[in-house]
C-alpha cells in the first residue's frame, strides 16, 4: 500500500433516485499515483459515483474528500476550483463537433487561464504529440476514428496538467487493437506525467493489464479491493462470476 493519504476518500456514501437506492452507505479510498479502477455491471452506479468524486452529484448522505477537502458543503465556486485539478476522458471523447482538433484541446486552457495564443498552441501541440496525433490539430472530430476522438479527448484532458483523470469506460466501442493503445495511454498518463488516474469499466482484459488497484462496485457498495491478483483469486461468487464472464450465478441478468 501507498503511504500517502488516500487522494480521494468517499465515506458511508449514499444516493438514491426514486426510491432506487444507487449508492448505499459506500466507502472507497483511492491511492495517489496509482491507476485505480472501478468495475461493475453496466447500470451499477460507476457513472453516479464518478459524478460524486467531481460534485456534480451531491450525496444525499455521507462525505467526499478530495485531497482532504470535504467537498460535499462546497458552494459552486469552490467546487469549480477543485475541478480544475481534474481532467476527464468521457465514454464518447465529447468533443465539440464544430471546433477542430487543436481548438477542442485548447478549450480548456482559453476558458480558465490567461495564457497567450502562443503558449496555448505549445502546449496543444505538447499534449498532442504525446498521445500520437502530432500535424492533426486541422482535422475536424468527424475525420477522426473512434479511437483517434478518444485520444484527442485525452489531450484535451491533460491540457490542464490535471493531479487526477478520470476515464469513463476508455475502451467502450473499439477494437482490440485501439483499446490496447488506449491502455497503453492510461498507463503513460499515470507514469510520465504523474497523474492519479481513475478508471470506470467493466473492461476486465483491460482492466487486469493497466490497474494497480481494482475496487469492484455491487449493489451499491465496494465489495472487492486490491491488486488485479488479489481480485482474480477473490473468494466472493459475485466478484468471481463477474471476473469469469459467467452467465450462471448470482449476478441476475435482468
Known amino acids: 500500500m501507498n503511504n500517502e493519504k488516500p487522494i480521494i476518500v468517499l465515506e458511508k456514501v449514499s444516493k438514491s433516485f426514486g426510491g432506487f437506492t444507487v449508492l448505499d452507505k459506500l466507502d472507497l479510498a483511492l491511492e495517489k499515483d496509482k491507476v ?39 458552494k459552486e465556486r469552490e467546487l469549480a476550483a477543485v475541478r480544475r485539478r481534474f481532467g476527464m476522458l468521457f465514454q464518447e471523447a465529447a468533443l465539440f463537433d464544430s471546433f477542430t ?31 500520437g496525433l502530432s500535424g492533426m490539430g486541422g482535422k475536424m472530430p468527424s475525420e477522426l476514428s473512434g479511437g483517434m476522438r478518444k485520444r484527442v479527448g485525452l ?36 507514469r510520465e506525467f504523474g497523474a492519479t488516474c481513475v478508471v470506470i469499466s467493466h473492461d476486465i482484459v483491460a482492466t487486469m493489464k493497466t490497474a494497480d488497484r481494482v475496487y469492484m462496485l455491487y449493489d451499491g457498495k465496494i465489495i472487492a479491493s486490491g491488486t488485479p491478483d488479489e481480485i482474480n483469486r477473490w473468494d466472493d461468487p459475485v466478484v468471481r462470476q463477474f471476473i469469469r464472464g459467467e452467465a450462471e450465478g448470482p449476478i441476475k441478468v435482468n
Open 101 to 131: 482538433v487543436e481548438q477542442n484541446v485548447a478549450f480548456p486552457l482559453r476558458e480558465h487561464t490567461r495564457k497567450s495564443l502562443r503558449e496555448v498552441k505549445e502546449i496543444v501541440d505538447a499534449k498532442l504529440a504525446s498521445v
Open 36 to 74: 485505480n479502477t472501478i468495475i461493475g455491471r453496466s447500470g451499477g452506479g460507476k457513472s453516479v459515483l464518478i459524478k460524486h468524486i467531481i460534485g456534480l452529484l451531491k450525496p444525499d448522505n455521507g462525505r467526499v474528500l478530495i485531497q482532504g477537502q470535504d467537498i460535499v458543503p462546497m
Open 155 to 190: 489531450a484535451r484532458a491533460l491540457a490542464m496538467d490535471p493531479q487526477i483523470v478520470l476515464f469513463d469506460e476508455p475502451t467502450s466501442g473499439l477494437d482490440p487493437v485501439m483499446s490496447a493503445t488506449i491502455n497503453e495511454l492510461i498507463l503513460r498518463t499515470q
